[in-house]
């Protein structure tokens, strides 16, 4: 277990007595200053407040350093990690994404799941190729038939994909080449399905136009009138990746001039500050057809302010924004690949519980005792902890491992477990082996299932303990535990493992 320095502890004691003499020194100047002036009430009073004012400020300070001393390191690190110090130049952004790929190799020499593994390759390879011949990828964002892929038609000059009345007409994401002056490479331009459909279908096509926004370089969210909250969120999401936005308020052929000016300057108070008003712009990708005595007539889509808008983005900041996003890629593949590797800790650790747990109920059923003796337990439960901590990267000899299990023993037994543990594995035993519950309290089965249970709260403990590096979290131990409990309940293991038990130690007894 971690504690602090003595050194640290000498230093902040030190200090304090410094400050405390000198606090007294103060006071007592201040006293004989009282006393000379004590003729004259208002210097007097004078005094005595800035006295006051200092013990308050004394105070305040000394509460102040000693939260700090108190707290453990992990947390300093932890807070410092939430909002983490972005490059601010090219080459600073190019060099971190470089470093993130690099961990990242590493990582997946971790990872024992070789369908996982190639999947986080072949990403990091495409990223990588990104990196060094940035093409710049244009997605096309919103809500089913707001005209996403009249947009894309009209900006490419081309029928490229189907569009229709239909509610999500676009049913998979759809990758185009796209030419524009002044970008040395074709821009890649994608219409995705879109969000806020209903049925299992609607939510897997928002998911998969999610995961492609987050993969642009610059989006175009495009509505076809006011917007809703439910469309303002994800956006918000998007926008806090450090996503660039252009807002296209299309099918303005809608609306009357009066009324598209009342809309556009609506919109543009909506998203105020996530996009700037000169990028929520209006479209008209599909105007209606008009009808004009016995001949129909379409009229030309108008959207060259919008495509002059992406030009001008794309021309000044596609450097920039292609770098942002290789950054943001490389962070998310770091975070998809901590979580794969956690999940890989976390089922070996299990394994671990399991082997423990039915050690401790097979050693309490072979040698009963009057009651749930939690120590014994703890003395079996000290080297478990020494493998899961072997599992998480912590080495640690038997001792810190009888240490850390003891201390969570009393605090099975200070929370009243071993009572609820009991009671619930009478009954359990009870409803299945089809006997009196006053028959069960003196036999071993009881005590066994009931042993196993706890070690299996404890071993689940250990490991929010060991994945937190070695701390239990603001609410302690205890919160930690209850979780455990909680958790363990809900799922219905406990049932389980007691009809398991019982078929392995109290139905084959002799």
């Not at 983490?84 to 994404?97: F, G, I, M, S, Y």
Request: hydrophobic content about 50%; aromatic content about 6%.
């Amino acid at each position: 277990m971690r504690s602090v320095p003595y050194v640290r502890l000498l230093l902040l004691l030190a200090l304090l007595a410094f400050f405390t003499g000198l606090l007294v020194w103060l006071i007592q100047s201040f006293l004989d200053l009282y006393y000379a002036t004590r003729y004259h009430p208002i210097l007097g009073g004078l005094l005595i407040a800035v006295l006051v004012l200092l013990l308050l400020v004394f105070l305040a300070a000394s509460l102040y350093y000693l939260f700090l001393f108190r707290r453990h390191p992990s947390e300093k690190a932890s807070e410092g990690s939430q909002r983490p110090a972005l490059p601010e130049n090219a080459a600073d952004k190019r060099l971190v994404t470089q470093q993130n790929l690099a961990q990242l190799e590493a990582q997946m020499a971790q990872i024992q799941d070789q369908v996982a593994r190639a999947a986080l390759a072949e990403r990091s390879a495409l990223l990588a190729k990104h990196l060094a011949q940035p093409q710049l990828k244009v997605v096309v964002f919103g809500t089913g038939s707001a005209g996403k892929t009249s947009l894309v038609n009209a900006l490419l000059g081309r029928r490229a994909g189907a569009v229709g009345a239909t509610l999500g007409t676009t049913e998979a994401a759809t990758l185009y080449e796209w030419s524009l002056p002044g970008i040395p490479e074709p821009v890649q331009i994608m219409d995705c399905p879109g969000i806020l459909e209903i049925g299992p279908a609607g939510v897997m096509r928002e998911s998969e136009a999610r995961a492609q926004a987050e993969a642009a370089d610059l989006l175009l969210v495009v509505v076809d009138g006011d917007l809703r909250q439910s469309e303002v969120d994800p956006l918000r999401q998007l926008i806090a990746l450090g996503k660039r936005a252009l807002l296209i308020f299309n099918k303005i052929d809608r609306y009357t001039p009066e009324e598209q000016q009342i809309l556009l300057q609506r919109l543009r108070e909506r998203v105020a500050p996530l996009i700037s008003p000169q990028d929520v712009l209006m479209a008209c990708a599909a105007p209606a057809p008009i009808q004009v005595g016995s001949q129909t007539w379409r009229p030309e889509a108008d959207v060259a302010v919008v495509k002059d808008r992406i030009q001008a983005v794309l021309y000044a900041e596609g450097g920039s924004l292609a770098l942002d996003n290789a950054l943001l890629q490389s962070q998310q593949l770091g975070e998809t690949a901590k979580r794969i590797i956690q999940a890989q800790l976390r089922q070996q650790a299990e394994q671990v519980i399991d082997r423990f747990q039915w050690i401790v109920t097979g050693v309490v059923f072979a040698n009963p005792i009057p009651a749930v003796d939690l120590l014994a337990i703890a003395a079996i439960n000290a080297q478990m902890v020494v493998e899961l901590g072997s599992v998480y990267g912590c080495q640690m000899n038997l001792q810190q491992g009888r240490e850390l299990a003891l201390s969570l023993a009393k605090t099975l037994a200070s929370l009243g477990l071993v009572e609820g543990a009991i009671q619930l594995t009478t009954g359990i035993l009870a409803t299945v082996a089809e006997v009196s519950v006053v028959g069960f309290l003196v036999t071993a089965p009881i005590q066994a299932a009931s042993a196993g249970y706890l070690t299996r709260i404890a071993g689940k403990s250990f490991i929010e303990y060991f994945q937190r590096n070695q701390t239990w979290g603001e609410g302690g131990m205890q919160a930690v535990v209850k979780a455990q409990v909680q958790s363990t309940q809900k799922s219905g293991w406990l049932q389980d493992f007691v009809r398991e038990a019982s078929k392995r130690i109290f139905f084959q007894k002799d």
